[in-house]
């Protein structure tokens, strides 16, 4: 398989489920800063120009963040990526969509990008306040959802690898501060093996 990430990136959530599952991997740095995102090299393997990718051994691709997630979890049950109940199964996704889509889609590129909300650059302040409220609203939910638990849906799952991505942002990009589950959440995550050994590999302090 090979992994197609950026330091930093929502990708780094994808890398620490492959190191969390031990099978051998490449990690292939796309440099998104440069623009590599837009070359024919990468577009002839994700035309949507973004990461994460992952391609699997017999060379087809996938792409976002939740189907990746979800194929690996499938396809590697010994990991425990995932619970055994389909209503475990659902609050582990549902976890999932609501980080990506809302705090990440929603709250975040809304700070960091406001030109892509509104074209007007006298609203971008406003835009930029609306997603530090949504992007803090969501870590509101997610240390309720924590309540009482370790992890997301009590053990280790695809879902925290989800909400590490987002928890690494706040704590290094951002003035929104980690509820205290949240950042009880953090830690432990740092304290994995495997998430200490992705964060070496991506260069990366947390």
């Given at each position: ?20 599952i031990?099978?051998p991997?490449?990690p ?7 623009g ?7 577009t002839?393997?994700n035309?949507?120009?973004?990461v ?8 087809s691709?996938?792409?976002?963040f ?7 979890a499938?396809t590697?049950p010994?990991?425990?990526l995932?619970?055994?109940?389909a209503?475990?199964?659902a609050?582990?996704l549902?976890?999932?969509?609501y980080?990506?889509?809302t705090?990440?889609?929603q ?5 960091f ?16 306040a ?5 992007f ?15 992890y997301?849906v009590g053990s ?10 987002v928890e690494?942002?706040?704590?290094g ?24 050994r ?6 990366l302090?947390a």
């Amino acid at each position: 398989m090979k992994l197609y990430y950026a330091p930093g990136a929502c990708s780094l959530g994808i890398h620490a489920l492959l190191e969390e599952i031990g099978k051998p991997y490449e990690p292939v740095l796309v440099a998104l800063r440069e623009g590599a995102q837009f070359k024919p090299e990468y577009t002839s393997i994700n035309p949507k120009s973004k990461v994460p990718t992952l391609v699997r051994d017999d060379g087809s691709v996938l792409t976002e963040f939740p189907a990746i997630a979800y194929w690996l979890a499938s396809t590697n049950p010994g990991a425990k990526l995932l619970p055994p109940d389909a209503d475990g199964q659902a609050r582990a996704l549902e976890a999932i969509d609501y980080v990506v889509a809302t705090m990440h889609m929603q709250g975040f590129t809304r700070m960091f990008r406001p030109e892509r909300f509104s074209p007007n650059p006298a609203d971008q302040d406003a835009v930029k306040a609306q997603g530090r409220q949504i992007f803090a609203r969501g870590f509101d939910l997610m240390d309720r959802t924590l309540a009482g638990k370790d992890y997301v849906v009590g053990s280790y799952s695809i879902a925290d690898a989800a909400l590490f991505y987002v928890e690494f942002w706040a704590n290094g990009r951002t003035d929104v501060p980690l509820p205290a589950g949240c950042e009880a959440h953090y830690e432990r995550m740092k304290a994995r093996p495997a998430v200490a050994r992705m964060l070496a590999q991506e260069g990366l302090a947390a």
